[in-house]
């Protein structure tokens, strides 16, 4: 059955910086009917709210790795080190999409605390997706929060640079619009694998800590 562009699928769109093509694209395949996660039944009255949750999730991923933005924030915060809420965003949605649920959890705590919504807004998700409606509700309304910004901080990168190549970046949107759970090729999966894993959090499991070089790895990997 058709889905509805909802109002979840509307705060995404207005809250995450992308590409503007991939977000109508994106959101466009939202709208067509028949998508539904494979091997997962379908409730006469459509899929669950969990099931929504998760795929709205994995879509924000998508849309944040594939952002304009993304290598320049991931490589200020892997460098830095510090309080970088845009960088420890793309990093929790890496993580996400290379099956570190638990760590990506983490990061968009970290990020949160920084004053991105964004991220408050996928711990909504998160939490929805696991039946914490409690949770879920109280990051939705950090979400809705409008608080006063820090500047930005000026990139030292080229914002032209994109996280991943073209090719991968469009094959995550392709797996979304397939109804398949988004996933990077090996190649990079393994890249996110290996970094460092500083101990074991009682809360989110283990929990990889970016480093300098990642953005480099991850866009020389095919």
């Known amino acids: 059955m058709p889905r509805s562009h909802d109002t979840e699928g509307d705060v995404i769109e207005a809250m995450l910086t992308s590409d503007a093509r991939a977000i109508a694209v994106a ?25 929504e949750a998760g795929d709205e999730l994995d879509l924000a991923c998508v849309l944040v790795i594939n952002a304009v933005e993304a290598a320049a ?3 200020r915060f892997a460098d830095d080190r510090g309080i970088d809420p845009e960088g420890a965003l793309v990093f929790a949605c890496l993580l996400h999409v290379t099956g570190h649920t638990g760590a990506a ?4 705590q970290f990020a949160a605390g920084g004053g991105s919504r964004t991220a408050a807004y996928c711990l909504h998700l998160s ?4 039946g914490e409606f409690r949770d879920a509700a109280f990051w939705r309304a950090q979400a809705a929060h409008d608080p006063q910004e820090p ?8 914002s032209r640079r994109k996280l991943l190549s073209d090719a991968a970046r469009h094959e995550l949107l392709v797996q ?6 988004p996933h990077l090729p090996a190649a990079l999966e ?3 694998n290996r970094l460092t894993v500083e101990g074991d959090d009682a809360d989110f499991g283990e929990v990889p800590q970016p480093d300098p070089g990642l953005v480099e790895r991850l866009s020389r990997e095919v």
């Open 105 to 108: 959890d983490f990061w968009w």
């Open 176 to 181: 979304w619009h397939s109804g398949l759970t």
């Open 127 to 130: 939490h929805r997706r696991n």
């Open 151 to 158: 500047p930005r901080p000026a990139s030292r990168v080229d």
């Open 73 to 75: 924030s991931l490589e």
């Open 190 to 192: 393994s890249v996110v």
């Open 27 to 51: 959101f466009e395949s939202r709208r067509r009917p028949g998508r539904r996660r494979p091997g997962k039944a379908v409730l006469a009255d459509g899929p669950s709210a969990r099931d």
